[in-house]
């Protein structure tokens, strides 16, 4: 059973346990569904799903119904930061969705339970955004090249 500590005037996540959800049909919003399984295959996920389990997993902290967050709102949003991640081979949608999934796996642990329902949310949006728009170098080779962004930055954690 898990446990919620609440700050005062803070809103408690109300966890939806997979227990409560019907995974036994074999369709895809089940295996959606199962998004705090840490076996989930992202990789093998095509971007609609990983935008449909984004906002499943949202839901299953009830963080759309304590923050009145509408579902087009979140489609929007998640539409807008997959747009602004580079197609490049690990710094893209797909990392940034794997990140966000493994958040989302530790957070669903029993030792959430001192967090409040913004910070969640804050936090898993800080995981599914965390490489928008990465160049897909690294600092030395931006540095190296006196690229835009060293220049901007001084050579000084430049991405």
Request: aromatic share 8%.
């Amino acid at each position: 059973e898990l446990v919620h500590k609440q700050a005062s005037g803070t809103k408690s996540i109300g966890w939806v346990l997979p227990e409560e959800l019907d995974l036994t049909s074999d369709t895809s919003a089940a295996r959606l569904v199962k998004s705090n399984d840490w076996d989930l295959d992202v990789l093998s996920m095509s971007d609609n799903e990983m935008e449909n389990t984004f906002e499943i997993s949202l839901e299953q902290f009830n963080l759309l119904e304590n923050h009145k967050i509408p579902s087009m709102t979140v489609q929007s949003f998640i539409s807008k930061v997959k747009e602004n991640y580079n197609p490049n081979p690990y710094h893209c949608f797909h990392h940034a969705f794997h990140v966000f999934h493994s958040v989302h796996c530790i957070l669903r642990s029993k030792s959430i339970g001192f967090l409040d329902s913004y910070q969640v949310l804050s936090i898993l949006v800080a995981a599914i955004c965390h490489d928008i728009d990465h160049p897909g170098n690294n600092n030395a080779f931006e540095k190296e090249t006196h690229s835009v962004l060293a220049i901007r930055y001084s050579d000084d954690s430049i991405l």
